[in-house]
């Protein structure tokens, strides 16, 4: 299975299955190098495929119900993502779940790149999440977690950058590439006056990842970095850092969605299998009605072929 790329089809409720299938027939992989851990009534419910790809069957007793997040469907979803892990493909590319469905069914998670790292990491490996549209790239400092509980500490932030390097060069062939760090507070403290975890944890985290010879910057106002990451993108001329490294989830993922939109790429780090996923939701909203916008799943198969 390690030449395949296994896709999980996300919550049989949501539009997980229609927005691969329809993905599937934009790209036209070879049957033989794609692998769908997924269910044959819920993928004959959304579509057809147009091609023979081998299938993982999850049993799957409960009716299909577009738009209801209900204990079954978060059960599928936590039993693909183990099967998919037990299997170490290629790379597993993740269509959108439903977290209240699988607390539903009683399994407490925040989210896929959890679940994964539960079942993938070993040797205190950490799953990070790294979000991608064509050259603007955000890595998030700390993950699902309420703003009011956001904390960290200096070898956190060394850790998280030394992977991200790391990545960068031997994974995306980077070489000597160029990260910036945004600030907790507004305006990065301002020198202590709006917040101090700049001057006290980052400042010399920063300090001890320049000697080391990272090129990355001091902590900097998200604003104004985020602004010429934007203008990069758009115009088009280069974004001006290789990776941004925001502390908190909202921070790093509304500039690169405000630019990308449903384009924009979920990666999971960190571990030793490469997954990646749409950076959208289940859009209960639009389930089953045939019209869910594949790009989000296709730019997500791409990332990893």
Do not use: W
């Amino acid at each position: 299975m390690n030449d395949k790329i296994l896709i999980t089809t996300g919550d049989p409720n949501g539009i997980g299955a229609e927005v691969t299938i329809k993905a599937l027939k934009a790209l036209d992989l070879p049957a033989e190098s794609v692998a769908l851990i997924s269910n044959k009534k819920i993928l004959d419910f959304y579509g057809i495929l147009d091609k023979d790809y081998e299938l993982i069957e999850i049993p799957y007793e409960a009716s299909i119900m577009p738009g209801q997040a209900v204990k079954e469907s978060g059960e599928f979803v936590f039993q693909s993502l183990k099967k998919a892990a037990e299997l170490h493909p290629k790379a597993i590319v993740t269509a959108p779940v439903s977290k209240f469905a699988l607390y539903l069914a009683g399994h407490f998670y925040s989210g896929q790149t959890e679940i994964l790292q539960k079942f993938l990491s070993h040797d205190k490996q950490h799953a990070e999440m790294l979000f991608l549209a064509n050259d603007f790239r955000v890595l998030l400092l700390t993950r699902h977690c309420p703003v009011k509980e956001i904390k960290f500490t200096k070898q956190d932030v060394i850790n998280k950058v030394e992977l991200i390097q790391d990545f960068l060069v031997n994974r995306m062939n980077i070489q000597n590439p160029k990260l910036a760090l945004c600030g907790l507070n507004p305006h990065a403290g301002e020198d202590g006056v709006l917040g101090t975890e700049e001057k006290e944890i980052m400042l010399p985290a920063c300090m001890e990842l320049i000697s080391k010879g990272i090129d990355i910057t001091t902590p900097q106002p998200s604003d104004t970095l985020f602004y010429s990451a934007a203008q990069g993108y758009l115009k088009p001329h280069k974004v001006p850092y290789d990776c941004y490294i925001a502390v908190y989830h909202d921070q790093g993922l509304i500039p690169i969605k405000t630019v990308a939109g449903i384009k924009t790429v979920n990666m999971t780090i960190g571990l030793d299998i490469l997954r990646t996923s749409p950076g959208h939701g289940t859009a209960f909203d639009i389930a089953g009605q045939n019209i869910a916008d594949e790009s989000g799943m296709i730019e997500a198969i791409k990332a990893v072929l």
